[in-house]
């Protein structure tokens, strides 16, 4: 099934975390973006089948549960996140026989699988929405999304001021049956993504069905896109200001972040709990702030929410110290688990990020520093792995790829490329296909070559390449994943406890586990706090002292 075979006692060590209770405080999942993972039969696209090959690397790697992004039959208006049937597999990536024999293959190796919902909006060719355009003006499918009159004298200006997300209005005009123009209808996102209305109780019935028929598939949870969205604030007001457009805005808007999403979680949680298992529920929610991301993971509604404060975080000691001392004491009274995370499919590849000036945002347009951003993205890993709760690794960081920052315009599907405000569309760079080998037409990514192109020189980042190298990043995730696995103080908890070190510089630990992080340019001279265990580069210890160099992390435990 594939030639990276897991040794039968790595399966059963798998197998036995996986049985585990709360298994997701501490868990380690890997992101797999499904078009970029492995093409199994050429076409140039990533598929279910592909991933199903790869899972033994993975059990390898040593990752608890695999997150894969949307396969579900859609216009792929946004790669996915435009779904017309939550119930069926998009043609590109296979069918429900190859979702089914993903999640038995996933179970055998003791892997669980978490899938995304995609609540907040539809495509615009799911029934509902075809049937509410043909149906015309008082449909009532029009009610289960939100369709209004315009302003103006003859409706031609948008019913509010809200902005799209990827750029422009959030409301387009629809051309009625009788050739006239029309109602307007609200997306968020792009004008294929209407939102759904979440007022309206068949919205509600029909993805509590969603969820049952793919608990019943065997999958062990979900992550849910928009988490934050959905609920709309009465009346739809103006917001009167652009400033809050983006994702990480400064306070709560009339279209995120709005209470009543804990109402349509707590109904999920109750359906979840009727399942065995532990299944779980990932918001991502994009909040103002880590204390009401907190609001998401309270005992009765979500399991964990990912922490984009902790993502959005430069390369800088004080300011990973403020958000992970703020991360841990907002996830405390609520009970719930921190959650780590670097990358993912809609940011810059940290590697990238941290190979640039601060300040940049997530979307970087720039190579940077090559070396300095694998430097940095190295030791940030080990530094997010040592804190406590669950971590979240984006396909690829393993091989410490960078960003493909310059795809030729001609090439690039990122729908907020072409448009010309809103995100700044530069989402392809994290989203090349990965290499698995020196060479091929696509670096054993498939037999085909690859829906976005890779760059020249991807075969030495490729799998094959790092395989069995111990100064490799691929082989410094697999030590860092076993280590954390192996080692009892690592893992869940809620806290840390600081020390004393130099200006740049993180140190905690975790009763005999201690962590330190340098993260500025240059060399100091700190404690060495027991054995190594691992470091991030090249660490020299004398007479009970240790040099540390700049970006550098390095592990140590006072257990023999």
Not at 28 to 48: C, E, H, K, T, W
Not at 126 to 131: A, L, S, T, V
Not at 167 to 176: I, M, Q, Y
Not at 322 to 338: C, F, I, K, Q, S
Request: net charge negative.
């Amino acid at each position: 099934m594939s030639q990276y075979p897991t040794a039968p006692a790595e399966t059963a060590a798998v197998a036995t975390v996986a049985k585990r209770r709360d298994w997701w405080r501490d868990a380690v999942i890997y992101q797999v973006y499904p078009r970029s993972f492995a093409d199994s039969n050429g076409d140039g696209m990533g598929d279910l089948e592909g991933v199903r090959s790869r899972l033994p690397y993975l059990v390898a790697l040593g990752v608890d549960a695999v997150w894969l992004s949307p396969f579900y039959a859609s216009p792929q208006a946004d790669a996915g996140y435009d779904v017309a049937d939550y119930r069926a597999v998009d043609p590109m990536f296979g069918n429900l026989l190859d979702a089914d024999a993903l999640i038995r293959d996933a179970r055998e190796l003791g892997l669980r699988v978490i899938v995304d919902l995609v609540p907040n909006h539809s495509s615009d060719q799911h029934e509902w929405f075809k049937r509410a355009l043909a149906e015309g003006p008082g449909s009532p499918l029009r009610d289960r999304y939100h369709f209004r009159p315009g302003k103006g004298a003859n409706g031609e200006l948008p019913p509010n001021d809200w902005e799209s997300i990827f750029g422009g209005p959030a409301w387009t005009r629809v051309t009625e049956p009788d050739g006239t123009p029309g109602e307007w209808y609200l997306h968020l996102f792009a004008p294929e993504q209407p939102d759904f209305n979440w007022e309206h109780p068949a919205v509600g019935d029909e993805f509590r069905s969603i969820l049952r028929f793919w608990l019943d598939m065997g999958v062990d949870g979900f992550r849910i896109d928009v988490a934050h969205g959905m609920v709309k604030a009465e009346g739809l007001p103006d917001l009167g200001s652009h400033d809050e457009m983006r994702l990480l805005g400064n306070d709560v808007t009339p279209f995120f972040d709005q209470d009543g999403v804990h109402d349509i979680y707590r109904q999920w949680r109750r359906i979840l709990d009727e399942y065995s298992g532990e299944r779980i529920f990932v918001a991502e929610a994009w909040t103002p702030t880590v204390e009401r991301t907190a609001n998401y993971v309270r005992p009765d509604e979500l399991h964990q929410a990912f922490n984009f404060q902790y993502l959005a975080t430069h390369w800088d000691a004080a300011e990973l110290r403020e958000v992970v001392d703020r991360t841990l004491e907002a996830m405390r009274p609520v009970g719930a688990p921190a959650t780590w995370v670097l990358s993912n499919h809609d940011v810059t590849r940290h590697a990238t990020r941290f190979a640039n000036p601060p300040g940049l945002g997530t979307q970087i347009r720039t190579a940077g520093d090559r070396a300095l951003g694998l430097r940095r993205a190295r030791a940030a890993t080990l530094l997010m792995l040592a804190l406590p709760g669950s971590a979240y690794v984006y396909q690829g960081e393993e091989l410490g790829l960078p960003d493909v920052v310059d795809l030729p315009d001609e090439v690039r599907q990122d729908p907020a490329y072409f448009r010309g405000e809103g995100q700044d569309g530069f989402r392809d760079g994290c989203r090349v296909p990965i290499p698995w080998t020196r060479s091929g037409s696509s670096y054993g990514f498939g037999a085909g070559g690859s829906w976005l192109p890779q760059p020249e020189g991807w075969g030495e980042l490729s799998v094959e390449a790092q395989t069995g190298d111990p100064d490799s990043t691929l082989e410094l995730y697999r030590a860092a994943l076993a280590a954390r696995r192996a080692h009892p103080d690592l893992g869940a908890g809620d806290a840390v406890e600081w020390l004393r070190a130099p200006e740049g510089v993180l140190a905690f630990r975790r009763r005999e586990f201690v962590c330190v992080a340098n993260t500025g340019t240059e060399s100091v001279t700190i404690p060495a706090y027991g054995r190594l265990l691992l470091a991030s580069g090249e660490v020299t210890e004398t007479d009970g002292e240790a040099k540390l160099p700049g970006d550098t992390t390095v592990w140590w435990t006072a257990a023999s």
